[in-house]
């Protein structure tokens, strides 16, 4: 996996496989590593995050599966790589109306429904940093994602591979050192965390659902698995066989949940600002009274280690995450527009528009309230998981044919190179 992240570089047509892995990732790592994971502490407690980390193995496979389909059936349309769901559904499944179905759901979704919490979390966490009014935040974010998405999918591609390290190695760092000056205290984090996932930890014995029930959602939300969104970045990737970016894309589900999540769930354990909340009222623990569950708990962590520092950091931090988000987002709702608006003229018109809604939804966003906000962005993510999960399942046996291709190529001594007449998939526009 990290011997494909950085082989093969872009063309005119396409992503480099780390652009491809970067763009994923953009989308990947978002509110939902910094909040979300917050979340799932308060409401499944501790042992949430073991369910986080279980749900990364199906994450991983699924991941590969809807990749390696993505680039198996992915086409060319104005001289650029395009795939995703609704390409692999027509093509695969021969299902025109399903393929309709999820573009639509995927322009719903990412277009309108999600990226509400990205610009929420941005506007709330900058105006309780620096007390800067959410449509100030609101108006920043529209003018900067204006530039890059009115700049094309090459530029998106660009900045994610720039943005995306920078972002993420700082946050690391961070939290690095957070862990580091508590470190007597991480064998009891660890422990705390695989005994409430069990319920055998006293205080959260009766939580076993919520644990598994809100680590499963905000695991699902935070690495977007089998939701769709990250075989539309592998599609654009420059490569000479399917597997090698179904693989790279497997490998984005394990640096979203085990790498970034776990930074922020032993941050926010090890330091113990964080509160559970009893499902029949009240609280089960209560380390922070009065603050809603969020980016506030990774801010207080990194407080304890470097006072007045956290608040502004994690505004910092989680502006970058989600700004990155916001771009993927933009990048899926484009594919899914190019898809389904097949004459040049009307295609180029129809991006416009979007464009303008997109930052529109954006600008809004951040004036909503963060329940609400959630509340869509989980419709938007059921929407498309439940349409895609059931066509990659279907559609497995082209994608396993694929990887044992390039298994028995490897065993060979070969660079793997696809050529789908060889494993019997027809229906192929670029595998000749």
């Not at 006072?307 to 990048?331: D, E, K, N, V």
Request: glycine letters at 12%.
């Amino acid at each position: 996996m990290a011997k494909y992240l950085f082989s093969g570089g872009e063309s005119a047509k396409g992503f480099s496989s780390f652009q491809a892995f970067a763009v994923a990732v953009s989308g990947r790592v978002g509110t939902g590593n910094i909040a979300g994971v917050a979340t799932a502490i308060a409401m499944g407690g501790p042992g949430a995050v073991f369910w986080m980390w279980a749900i990364a193995f199906l994450g991983a496979g699924s991941a590969f599966v809807e990749s390696t389909l993505a680039q198996i059936y992915k086409v060319e349309i104005d001289g650029q790589y395009r795939g995703g769901p609704a390409y692999y559904i027509e093509k695969g499944l021969k299902q025109k109306w399903y393929a309709v179905l999820f573009a639509v759901s995927t322009i719903l979704g990412t277009g309108l429904f999600l990226p509400g919490i990205q610009s929420n979390s941005i506007g709330a966490a900058v105006n309780n940093a620096f007390g800067i009014d959410t449509s100030t935040s609101g108006a920043i974010i529209v003018i900067l994602l204006g530039f890059i998405i009115f700049g094309g999918f090459k530029r998106i591609g660009h900045v994610a591979q720039w943005l995306v390290p920078l972002m993420t190695v700082g946050y690391i760092l961070v939290a690095a050192a957070v862990i580091a000056a508590n470190i007597s205290k991480l064998p009891e984090v660890f422990a705390l965390i695989f005994r409430s996932a069990f319920a055998a930890e006293p205080a959260f014995g009766g939580m076993l659902g919520m644990a598994i029930s809100w680590g499963v959602k905000r695991g699902i939300y935070s690495n977007e698995a089998g939701q769709g969104t990250g075989p539309m970045a592998a599609a654009a990737a420059e490569v000479s066989h399917p597997a090698k970016q179904g693989l790279v894309q497997a490998f984005s589900v394990y640096f979203d949940t085990w790498f970034v999540c776990t930074a922020t769930a032993v941050m926010i354990l090890i330091t113990g600002v964080y509160n559970v909340s009893d499902p029949s009222g009240g609280f089960i623990v209560e380390n922070m009274p009065g603050i809603e569950s969020g980016p506030a708990f990774t801010q207080a962590a990194v407080d304890s280690l470097l006072p007045g520092f956290g608040s502004g950091f994690i505004a910092f931090a989680l502006f970058f995450f989600a700004f990155t988000t916001l771009m993927a987002y933009y990048y899926y709702t484009e594919t899914n527009i190019a898809y389904l608006w097949k004459g040049h003229n009307t295609r180029v018109k129809a991006i416009f528009v979007i464009r303008l809604l997109f930052l529109a939804v954006v600008f809004f966003g951040t004036m909503r309230s963060a329940a609400f906000a959630w509340a869509l962005g989980d419709i938007g993510v059921g929407l498309m998981a439940w349409l895609n999960i059931v066509a990659i399942l279907i559609l497995c046996p082209p994608a396993l044919h694929c990887l044992r291709d390039y298994e028995k190529q490897k065993k060979n001594g070969q660079d793997p190179v696809f050529k789908a007449k060889d494993i019997g998939i027809t229906n192929t526009d670029l595998w000749k």
